[in-house]
């Protein structure tokens, strides 16, 4: 198992523009769901899926869409990306609503500028 | 959802038992406690879930109260590479699935 993927590892964009953060599991987990972390601060919930068509909004959702079609795949979108988003993005899987462990990906470091 | 409470940062040198508590006061009846482990450049890690009592592991042990207000992490014979931050959480189904990460705890283990 390849566990959690992200893509890409590393994105830099200008103010306005907008772009799609990949993230794929292959566990057959359930829930999804997309983190941000800026600098020394913990983990902020953006938004999460408990299942394939199925999303809803986290604690930061504003400036973020997402879309589950499969199980596999929760794409996160930034529609016009703002200095205030940079941060680095982590998508995590689990396969129960309650369940404990979450499983993270390597991450993604996006700069705007 | 429970908000917790845990220090900012601790110190301590390879070799000793290392004690990180975290504040649950508001968890609820169906709520597990939940620690995590995030090296640099990472994401975080599960290290070890429980409800009450005690909770041992290959890494650490997990030391609930009976009222559950509050739990401890235990890392027996810290190294240099548990250097990290540590998280704790509190995940139930109340809610919803939203899993709220703190600041976390500040491990530096020095030499």
């Known amino acids: 198992n390849a566990g959690v993927t992200q893509t890409p590892k590393f994105q830099v964009l200008k103010t306005g523009q907008s772009m799609t953060l990949q993230c794929a599991q292959d566990?057959?987990?359930?829930?999804m769901s997309w983190y941000r972390q800026d600098p020394g601060m913990g983990l902020r919930l953006i938004h999460y899926?408990?299942?394939?068509?199925?999303?809803d909004q986290g604690e930061v959702p504003n400036g973020y869409n997402v879309s589950r079609s499969t199980t596999e795949d929760f794409p996160l979108r930034l529609l016009s990306a703002a200095p205030s988003q940079t941060s680095v993005y982590f998508c995590a899987s689990s396969y129960s609503m309650s369940a404990y462990e979450q499983y993270f990906g390597p991450g993604t470091r996006l700069t705007v500028t | 959802l429970a908000k917790t409470t845990q220090p900012i940062s601790m110190d301590s040198y390879e070799g000793q038992e290392v004690n990180i508590t975290c504040s649950h006061n508001n968890i609820a009846t169906n709520d597990y406690i939940t620690w995590y482990q995030q090296f640099p450049s990472q994401g975080p890690r599960f290290i070890i879930q429980g409800y009450k009592t005690k909770v041992t592991n290959e890494v650490a042990s997990l030391f609930i109260p009976a009222d559950r207000k509050s739990s401890t992490l235990s890392l027996p014979r810290v190294s240099l590479s548990d250097t990290a931050v540590y998280y704790c959480l509190v995940i139930g189904n109340t809610g919803g699935f939203k899993t709220i990460f703190g600041a976390g705890t500040r491990l530096f283990v020095k030499a």
């Open positions: 899926s408990v299942g394939a068509g199925i999303t």
């Open positions: 566990m057959n987990h359930e829930y």
